[in-house]
């Protein structure tokens, strides 16, 4: 018979799922961008400014996220976020121009910003320290999956009936999702269905956990071991936001692809995302066990900062879309660069769970993305102001030179004693 699968990990599985329907619904827009910029005559540049109105309103929220989420618990915060979000994305059918199509992005981003850190927080509870890094893997990869859908339902729904169609049928999943959190979700403490065993599992370990955890905001902000994260955050967002954003509208400019070869391609480089996810889950754990390489494995920040640099190294790869000869070359740079990125993005976040208090985690974690959604924006902008004059080429290598500058801070900054203060 096969082994029943402890709560926790269906718990994190609920996780995953409604962080695939967060990020389905955040883009349905770029998969629909090239029809909805013939629709209402966008430029690239307009068409920016409707990405900046989601970024920045996700930007602000993520603080307010993770400090709502710590004070109303993460079952109700989670589900009112949820909520939020699906009626936002619905409204999107209702847009007439690229101005009310902001303003139904910025609704958009206001909510969707509870995302991640909910997810950390549900791992900082459910969770004991060695499986930190597989349960986060295992919630981002639904950001990837959810982008991996993206271009097939989306297109099929625009292809079928027309492009509010695709926004009404994505943002309808979501609120069915909402129902099934608050349905299932509770606490470890308040879980009826959580046994004793499985109470003293994620428990265990405990004492293995960095002391001195900081159990406030002012002590997050305080904290070396904050900065240590924001900051390669910060540095590293603008690819993820690229790829989500941005390759419909480059396989159109560079390629001339049709809306039918961008569901066939596009969705392409975020299942490779999802096993860059996966690989910052186990790569940490086999670092910090007895290996080839170490007689007692690393300690538990080194196997964070380790993968974190192999996934910025790998970042090399979309620097050379500028070389591609073919779609098809093009879209396996894509794959190289969303796994680089989720693998190096699934270390960062899980850090948020290993340093700070479980108080706490969802305001730091969302204190950390306000910092990387800033640097997406700034991105963002630049892509709006420049990729229709110079190109794509020059903005994909200076991606992968921000992950890589961002993998030189994490070392500097974050050390061994500096994790505790």
Not at 87 to 99: D, I
Not at 259 to 286: M, Q, R, V
Not at 350 to 375: K, P
Request: proline share 5%.
């Amino acid at each position: 018979m096969l082994k029943r699968l402890p709560l926790r990990w269906w718990i994190i599985g609920l996780v995953t799922l409604g962080t695939i329907l967060n990020y389905l619904a955040r883009s349905t827009l770029s998969v629909a961008a090239p029809t909805l910029k013939d629709e209402f005559s966008m430029t690239t540049e307009q068409y920016s400014w409707v990405v900046l109105a989601f970024q920045a309103s996700y930007t602000v929220m993520q603080t307010v996220a993770g400090s709502v989420l710590d004070a109303l618990g993460t079952r109700l915060g989670f589900f009112v976020f949820a909520v939020g979000w699906a009626v936002a994305n619905m409204a999107h059918a209702m847009a007439t121009g690229w101005q009310s199509l902001a303003f139904f992005r910025a609704a958009l981003g206001a909510t969707e910003a509870a995302a991640i850190p909910a997810g950390a927080k549900t791992v900082a509870t459910w969770f004991p320290p060695r499986e930190k890094p597989l349960a986060t893997s295992l919630f981002q990869m639904g950001t990837s999956v959810g982008n991996m859908i993206a271009p097939p339902l989306v297109a099929f729904c625009i292809l079928a009936w027309n492009w509010q169609a695709a926004f009404i049928v994505t943002g309808a999943l979501s609120l069915l999702w909402a129902g099934l959190w608050w349905t299932g979700y509770r606490d470890p403490g308040e879980h009826p269905r959580l046994s004793a065993e499985e109470r003293a599992v994620i428990e265990s370990g405990r004492s293995d956990e960095l002391p001195g955890k900081p159990a406030t905001k002012r002590d997050v902000l305080q904290s070396r071991s904050f900065w240590a994260i924001a900051v390669p955050r910060f540095l590293s967002e603008p690819a993820w936001q690229t790829f989500n954003f941005f390759i419909p509208l480059y396989l159109v400019a560079v390629w001339n692809l049709d809306l039918k070869s961008i569901a066939l391609w596009a969705w392409l480089p975020f299942l490779a995302a999802d096993f860059g996810s996966l690989a910052a889950g186990l790569l940490p754990t086999w670092l910090m066990k007895p290996n080839r390489f170490s007689s007692q494995g690393v300690s538990l920040i080194a196997s964070r900062k380790i993968t974190m640099t192999l996934g910025a190294l790998c970042m090399i790869g979309p620097a050379c879309i500028g070389l591609a000869t073919s779609p098809g070359v093009a879209i396996a740079l894509f794959c190289i660069g969303g796994f680089a990125h989720q693998m190096l993005n699934g270390a960062l976040i899980t850090l948020c769970a290993d340093v700070f208090d479980a108080r706490t985690v969802g305001t730091a974690s969302g204190m950390a993305g306000t910092s990387a959604w800033i640097g997406g924006m700034l991105f963002t902008l630049l892509i709006g102001q420049s990729a229709d004059q110079f190109g794509y080429n020059p903005l994909f290598v200076a991606l992968a030179a921000l992950d890589l500058l961002a993998a030189g801070v994490l070392w500097v900054l974050l050390r061994e004693r500096f994790a505790k203060a």
